[in-house]
């Protein structure tokens, strides 16, 4: 039986009015429990990650799984920018993904070219093995297999912010996303991502990727930051992670209870 494919975080962006914004957050766990409780949340993205996480492949896919019952872009950020593990990735049946470090617009086109079959780019083809195509269910995804999938970058260094635009307009590159706690140590300020170097460099970057004709996308957990990236062009923006609203959440029960 002949199968659809949910809609990209591409497809998504570009159906938001001028000036709009998609919310997100992280799932940092590896549970498909907290998975399907963000999916169901409301938002209108989600990044599963693999990058700080102790996430599996097998682990990524059962979040996938979680969360294809709901509305939601679910993205994976992966750990490297391993051209093995995007292939793997996207066999799960990734839609969407988000890769860390990206500093060069070499890096960039391999990145891009791992993500897209021949001709266009060195993919391996497993279609028929993975839920990627639904096991050969999705007519011709061999041959529309871009069009099922996003690729983000992730800026977190100088280098990354200078060439953000070039970065940004590398063909097979839907985005860019602003990671403001590498850069903040990058830039001498670890632990500082609300200093006023941090915000105008992830501003100047956001500002290029747009000009360049690419989303633009940033982590802001603070929620006037979030707001401000917003207002700079950001189109999508993460603003929380189910460990940090655990550990805040249960953190304010201590507080409430302790000693009562």
């Known amino acids: 039986m002949p199968l659809l494919l949910s809609s990209t975080l591409r497809a998504r962006l570009a159906a938001l009015p001028d000036g709009g914004t998609l919310f997100g957050a992280w799932v940092c766990s590896g549970s498909p429990a907290l998975a399907e409780i963000t999916a169901g949340s409301g938002l209108g993205w ?19 799984w979680a969360a ?24 799960l049946g990734a839609q969407n993904i988000v890769v860390p470090m990206v500093s060069s617009v070499e ?18 083809v497993g279609a028929a093995f ?9 007519p011709d995804y061999l041959t529309t297999a871009a069009e099922h999938v996003s690729v983000i970058v992730q800026l977190e260094s100088r280098a990354g912010v200078e060439a953000a635009g070039q970065i940004a307009g590398v063909e097979g590159i839907d985005g860019v996303f602003m990671g403001p706690a590498d ?5 001498g300020l670890i632990g500082q991502q609300g200093a006023p170097e941090v ?15 690419a989303f633009a996308g940033v982590n802001a957990f603070d929620p006037q930051a979030a707001r401000r990236y917003a207002r700079a ?16 959440g ?3 029960l201590a507080a409430e209870f302790s000693g009562a």
């Open 183 to 187: 850069l903040a140590a990058d830039l």
């Open 250 to 252: 249960t953190a304010r």
């Open 233 to 248: 062009g950001a189109s999508f923006v993460l603003v929380g992670a189910d460990v940090t609203l655990v550990a805040q």
């Open 68 to 91: 294809s019952a709901y509305d939601i872009a679910a993205a994976v950020r992966l750990p490297s920018d391993n051209p093995v593990v995007i292939k793997q990735v996207l066999d």
């Open 130 to 138: 993975a839920r990627s195509a639904r096991w050969n269910r999705v």
């Open 107 to 124: 890096q960039a086109r391999s990145i891009a070219a791992a993500a897209q079959y021949p001709p266009a780019g060195m993919r391996g």
């Open 199 to 213: 915000v105008a460099a992830v501003e100047s970057a956001i500002a290029a990727a747009v000009g360049a004709g």
């Open 46 to 64: 989600m990044l599963i990650d693999m990058e700080h996480s102790p996430a599996s492949l097998q682990d990524v896919q059962a979040q996938l």
